[in-house]
């Protein structure tokens, strides 16, 4: 097995033995990124130099006799809406192009105390606005099972470059399941920490209600190390939790034997494609093999989820991209004649299709006259939604769904349709709503060879629980390897 195949916690434990070098697994991955990048375009931004010199300080450390972290020497991605001091970061927009932020996401301190080697930036759908990786300016993301088929939003690129073992581990944020549909259609593992779990201080806000960093990794047992390094308090956000971290590893290997797991009713009506309900049903006969009691649940709101979802994203969007204007950030337009026309061309210019879409719809759902039937109705609809949950967690320990209605959808095919791009986050956008962690795992493959994944859904902050039984599952179905030929 090539250094570029590894699992972050095989690739680290080689490292700290002495087996292989740090350099050496980061030459690895850069090379591979050289070969495939001109397919994939996974990254937006490339580091190799720093990451080479990231990766002989920490041999060096290592020379040295000291501890290097749990991730000591692992190269991973990082989302390009994630900070890093002194790096590009763009948030894949024209108007973010050429920011250089001064300081680090509090994620990224966590993980270089823990010894992460970063390799790049990873591709992402503008301000992560998107289903599919196609709104990106710097291009479209291309799904390693399939070159013509889509990675999935927003964190397709974090997903390819998982997939097509472009890194070893990788960072995303899930604001309506960004983390989690791309996880299924590229066939790695992604998880939404709870709300508030992960500090998203750093983290370039699209809805700050529903934004959520979390791992994506090549293996559950990655995902819970990766999770356990980044989850935390930090007081630079408000909304984090004070809440002590569990050993996610350790509790990942504890069994599931009675454990009882909901399937919804609600979302496996019309609209499923048959091949991934086939998929998701031989996951429910996996679990149930395993000692687990499936029970019939129902979430009787789901229905309202998309609705309410993109009147919320989008009241949050048109308030959070508002310091966009060419002075304070960005891309200042260099053909106007005055201050109005300075604003106007710098937004005009820098925005591109779909965040000026989503913010034309915040602006209207603000408006007067307008606030008390659109935005004040949708809060009222996600306390009901936030409540179907907490019933349904009253007798079940996780809930099992499909992450997406199909398999990865032909490059093209649903860009100039927002509406259909919309609905295919209609499983996935709920547990946003409600502030609740969930998880996607493989679970196998349809008939045409993509990937496809399951998502379980968990109580707050109970992310061990989810990476129970998705250990089980994985376990069972194995890892989705990209056929030989594909790129």
């Not at 969007?317 to 950030?329: H, I, K, P, Q, T």
């Amino acid at each position: 097995m090539e250094l570029f195949e590894l699992r972050a916690r095989e690739l680290a434990k080689k490292i700290r033995t002495g087996e292989v070098s740090s350099v050496e697994a980061t030459e690895a991955v850069l090379r591979r990124i050289e070969q495939l990048e001109p397919i994939i375009n996974a990254y937006i931004t490339v580091i190799a130099d720093k990451a080479l010199d990231r990766a002989r300080s920490l041999d060096d450390k290592r020379a040295r006799g000291e501890d290097t972290g749990p991730l000591g020497g692992v190269p991973m991605a990082i989302k390009d809406s994630i900070i890093v001091a002194g790096t590009r970061t763009t948030a894949g927009s024209h108007i973010l192009e050429n920011y250089i932020p001064p300081y680090n996401a509090h994620v990224i301190d966590k993980l270089l105390d823990a010894g992460a080697v970063f390799v790049g930036k990873s591709n992402t759908d503008e301000f992560t606005m998107g289903s599919t990786c196609e709104t990106s300016y710097f291009g479209t993301a291309r799904n390693p099972h399939n070159i013509d088929r889509v990675t999935g939003g927003s964190s397709g690129g974090s997903a390819a470059a998982l997939a097509a073992h472009e890194c070893i581990a990788a960072l995303g944020s899930d604001t309506g399941g960004s983390i989690r549909q791309p996880a299924s259609f590229c066939g790695v593992v992604g998880i939404k920490p709870t709300y508030g779990r992960v500090s998203r201080f750093g983290l370039i806000a699209y809805a700050s209600s529903l934004d959520q960093i979390g791992p994506m990794t090549k293996s559950v047992e990655d995902s819970a190390l990766v999770l356990s390094v980044i989850a935390g308090h930090d007081r630079r956000d408000s909304t984090s939790l004070d809440e002590p971290v569990p050993d996610y590893i350790a509790e990942t290997d504890a069994g599931v034997k009675g454990l009882r797991v909901g399937l919804p009713r609600e979302y496996f009506g019309e609209g499923l494609d048959p091949e991934v309900l086939k998929v998701t049903l031989e996951a429910v006969d996996i679990l149930k093999s395993e000692g687990i009691e499936i029970v019939d649940i129902s979430l009787p709101h789901t229905e309202y989820a998309v609705p309410t979802y993109y009147l919320l994203a989008t009241a949050e969007a048109s308030a959070n991209l508002e310091r966009y204007d060419g002075v304070r950030y960005g891309h200042r337009s260099g053909d106007a004649e005055n201050l109005y026309e300075m604003y106007s061309k710098s937004r005009s210019e820098g925005f591109g299709i779909e965040v000026k879409r989503r913010i034309m719809l915040g602006t209207y759902c603000l408006s007067a006259g307008y606030y008390d039937a659109y935005y004040r109705k949708a809060q009222k609809v996600r306390r009901l939604i936030k409540e179907d949950f907490d019933h349904a967690f009253g007798t079940v320990d996780a809930i099992l769904a499909p992450v997406c209605p199909t398999t990865a959808f032909p490059v093209g095919s649903k860009i100039n349709d927002p509406l259909q791009m919309y609905l295919a986050d209609i499983y996935t956008i709920s547990l946003n709503l409600a502030g609740l962690p969930g998880i996607t795992v493989p679970a196998g493959k349809a008939r045409d060879g993509l990937p496809v994944g399951v998502q379980f859904m968990g109580r707050i902050l109970d992310e061990s629980t989810l990476f129970r039984i998705a250990r089980v599952l994985e376990r069972n179905v194995g890892y989705l390897n990209v056929e030989k030929g594909a790129v």
